[in-house]
């Protein structure tokens, strides 16, 4: 089974705070996403990275930046967390075969900024 | 622009009922399109997908068909249970080299017993 996994379910951080979020896929894809999950408004891109090393803006990257130097682990990070950023993030993956291959999720990581 | 757009749950229904979450799309070319559901505490999980006009993905009892004269992609089941009780989204992958999903603001789905 394809998995993907977030180092985190819960994180409390102060405002101010660098935040990292982890994560890591173990079946060699190439695209790698982040996405913050607000009710009524789905789920929005941040990041995503389609090979190590390489990084493009998603839909709203502002107060984000992205880390992938090994093809496995894509990095989340807030620069200086602030309490907007309260939400839920979710980490996926996809092969780079083909537009009808599905992508995979982490659980998530319910991040609280206070 | 390219968008999702999903009916406003939640939707109710009792044991039993049929089920259809509407889902229209705009997007430029040919995208695959993809319900995903999210059950509490959990991530997405691809429910069925379907890549071409007329292709109907189904999983579970659920299908959906992808309608490109109406840039639909409704889901439907005939007989839910309390287990499908969870949050749907439909979403679609565009026809570049991205690979990105676009997702519809989700519908959130209970079915009583």
């Known amino acids: 089974d394809v998995k993907v996994t977030q180092s985190s379910r819960y994180l409390v951080k102060r405002t101010g705070e660098k935040v990292f979020l982890e994560c890591v896929q173990d079946?060699?894809?190439?695209?790698m996403f982040w996405y913050r999950q607000d009710p009524g408004l789905g789920l929005r891109l941040i990041y995503f990275s389609y090979d190590v090393k390489m990084k493009e803006k998603g839909d709203i990257p502002e107060g984000y930046s992205v880390s992938r130097e090994k093809k496995e682990r894509f990095s989340l990070i807030l620069e200086s967390a602030s309490t907007n950023q309260t939400s839920m993030y979710l980490c996926?993956?996809?092969?780079?075969?083909?537009?009808?291959?599905?992508?995979?999720f982490g659980q998530g990581t319910r991040l609280t900024v206070v | 622009g390219n968008s999702v757009t999903q009916m406003e749950g939640p939707v109710t229904l009792s044991e039993e009922a049929f089920l259809t979450i509407n889902c229209t799309y705009t997007?430029?070319?040919?995208?695959?399109l993809f319900w995903y559901v999210q059950y509490p505490g959990e991530g997405l999980q691809l429910l069925l997908k379907?890549?071409?006009?007329?292709d109907k993905g189904s999983n579970k009892g659920f299908e959906a068909t992808y309608r490109k004269e109406t840039t639909s992609f409704h889901l439907e089941k005939g007989s839910v249970q309390v287990s499908d009780s969870a949050v749907y989204f439909c979403?679609?992958?565009?026809?570049?080299?991205?690979?990105?999903?676009?997702f519809g603001s989700g519908t959130r789905l209970l079915v009583r017993p």
């Open positions: 997007a430029t070319g040919y995208p695959s």
């Open positions: 996926a993956s996809s092969s780079g075969q083909g537009w009808g291959t599905e992508a995979f």
């Open positions: 979403a679609l992958r565009l026809m570049d080299s991205s690979y990105k999903l676009i």
């Open positions: 079946m060699d894809h190439e695209n």
């Open positions: 379907a890549t071409k006009a007329d």
